[in-house]
């Protein structure tokens, strides 16, 4: 064999590997929707059903806690977004030596462990303001951390950004608010976009930090951890399944209207052209 007939095979056989780490636990977990056992498992298989999904319809404690964590997701992205947003601009525009401390403190939410930020969240608002817990120290907790998240999702976009543009549109008598709404704004969108759906993310699978700061509000993380200790259902793998089919249709939906506008930009460009 051939050195690039091996790379070839090594190649094949790491991408094999790869996704099969990603996707086979997936698999299992989606078959096992429509296996007629009580257990979430697809050994033995006891026949094929779905009877899960009407368990999960009738599961109304399921559905409010992922409401509740539709709604604190919603807090965080109203929360974190802006405050990551603000946090980098002010670190691009400031040039001096606080520059790196204020960076690093910044960006410490994200190396604190999220027991530590919950608890922490949890005794400063009940001695401060009363608050013992709910979905309001939920998002202040969860925003916490992930507005750093933001924060360097928007830096990365700001570094690409020419100065001129905005040193252009001053001199040419726009005031800075002006600036940012039709320069830096615009420019940014993809950014937030990114930000917005990784703050959703994170907020929807965080456990650690909404465990202490919950309240008597319960999560869907929180829900299905003490569905584990007390009995877990198939009705959980047909939560998971739609929810993975939910996120396979919207991939593909992005994917179908980003090349649908990469052709019309394409077509815009050849018609400049000629």
């Known amino acids: 064999m051939s050195a690039a007939a091996f790379r070839r095979w090594l190649t094949r056989t790491y991408l094999v590997v790869f996704f099969a780490y990603l996707f086979l636990p997936l698999a299992v977990m989606a078959a096992a929707t429509f296996n007629s056992s009580r257990f979430p498992t697809i050994t033995p298989w006891m026949g094929f059903t779905l009877n899960w999904f009407s368990a999960l319809w009738a599961d109304q404690r399921m559905w409010q ?9 919603a807090g965080v992205i109203a929360v974190a977004v802006p405050l990551g947003l603000a946090a980098a601009l002010l670190l691009d525009r400031l040039h001096s030596r606080a520059r790196n401390a204020l960076y690093a403190l910044m ?3 994200l190396l604190t462990p999220g ?45 690409r950004l020419d100065p001129s543009l905005e040193e252009a549109a001053l001199d040419l008598g726009a005031t ?11 420019y940014l969108m993809p950014a937030i976009l990114a930000a917005c759906f990784l703050a959703f993310l994170q907020s929807f699978e965080n456990y650690n930090t909404t465990l202490f700061v919950r309240g008597l509000d319960t999560t869907l993380t929180v829900y299905i951890a003490s569905k584990v200790r007390t009995g877990l259902t198939p009705a959980v793998n047909a939560l998971s399944l739609i929810l993975i089919a939910l996120t396979i249709a919207g991939a593909v939906t992005y994917e179908i209207l980003r090349r649908r506008e990469a052709r019309r930009a394409a077509r815009a460009e050849a018609l400049a052209q000629t």
């Open 65 to 73: 806690a992922l409401g509740t964590s539709l709604i604190v997701a």
């Open 176 to 186: 800075h608010g002006q600036v940012f709404r039709r320069i830096t704004l615009p």
């Open 107 to 109: 960006v410490s939410p």
């Open 115 to 159: 027991v530590i930020v919950g608890i922490s969240t949890l005794v400063f608002w009940r001695e401060w303001f009363g608050v013992t817990g709910g979905i309001f120290l939920t998002v202040v907790a969860q925003s916490s951390f992930i507005a750093a998240y933001a924060m360097l999702l928007f830096l990365a976009r700001l570094q």
